[in-house]
């Protein structure tokens, strides 16, 4: 295992990996989102997707855990959001066993149109309101559409993350309860895949070296989010949700594009 790491070791591949995820773990760290999905398109600068993601496997696991851990609230975000996240747990293996059969290049465009109707109306102030009063009609609903859709695209954070603005939380108990959905999300899913045997010593080494930039860059967002006002945060994470939106069109449109020729 150890002859094989450092055979197949990449130092230009695991300094751009690390670039990636500091710049990753940053947005993590004012957001409490953002890691997979600023990381992996400067990783797949140098690796194919499937390396990209195996690399994340682990680091995904052990960021989430570390900043659950560090916002608190664990007992209390659980308490209060249970009807979102354990539908949203119990969706994702079923979402796994659909990835075979079922387009998700043209799901993941779809999911990007919604995600920036929605946050496009917020951002408006055209506030969807009725989801915050009827929270514990919408959370099931929307945890369990998450989850079987997280399973085919691995993006099950989004949707609740803006279901979770829109009950207009204070900045620690949004983090908190986005700390526990992730953690608990990346660990249903990392088991669930864990058949495909992409996560290989190579990417769980690049994955495990890459937790120190990453730690770093969670550092240092927490102290800029700390420093942000409610207002002026609620719209960050609206806007990067919109940059989330508009990145999956644009990555799925250029592969069925690349696969059509």
């Known amino acids: ?16 990996i690390c670039a990636g995820f500091l710049i990753g773990g940053l947005v993590k760290g004012i957001s409490s ?11 797949l600068f140098v690796l ?3 390396s990209a993601v195996s690399i994340l496997a682990l680091p995904l696991i052990l960021s989430n855990f570390a900043q659950m851990i ?22 994702l293996p079923f979402g796994v066993y ?12 779809v999911l990007g149109a919604v995600l920036i109707l929605i946050t496009s109306l917020e951002l408006m102030g055209i506030s969807l309101t009725f989801l915050k009063q009827h929270e514990r009609v919408f959370g099931p609903v929307i945890g369990a559409t998450s989850g079987v859709i997280g399973g085919m695209t691995s993006l099950f954070g989004i949707i609740p993350i803006f279901f979770l603005v829109s009950l207009d939380l204070s900045k620690e108990k949004f983090v908190s309860v986005v700390s526990v959905l992730l953690f608990s999300g990346s660990v249903v899913l990392a088991v ?3 058949r495909s ?47 989330v939106g508009i990145s999956m069109i644009y990555r799925n449109f250029e592969a069925i594009s690349f696969f059509s020729h």
Request: glycine residues 8%; proline residues 7%.
């Open 1 to 16: 295992m150890i002859d094989q790491v450092i055979n197949e070791f990449n130092g230009a591949h695991f300094a751009l």
């Open 197 to 243: 045997a992409l996560l290989g010593p190579l990417e769980a080494f690049y994955g495990l070296a890459g937790m120190v930039p990453i730690m770093f860059g969670i550092w240092v967002g927490t102290l800029i989010r700390k420093r942000v006002d409610q207002l002026l945060f609620r719209k960050i994470i609206l806007s990067l949700i919109l940059i």
């Open 33 to 43: 989102f953002g890691l997979p999905t600023v990381s992996i398109p400067i990783i």
């Open 192 to 194: 669930s895949l864990e």
């Open 48 to 50: 194919p997707l499937p």
């Open 98 to 109: 659909f990835l075979a059969i079922v387009n998700t290049q043209i799901l993941t465009i």
């Open 70 to 91: 560090s916002a608190g609230g664990i007992k209390a975000s659980t308490k209060r959001h249970w009807p979102l996240l354990l539908p949203l747990l119990i969706g």
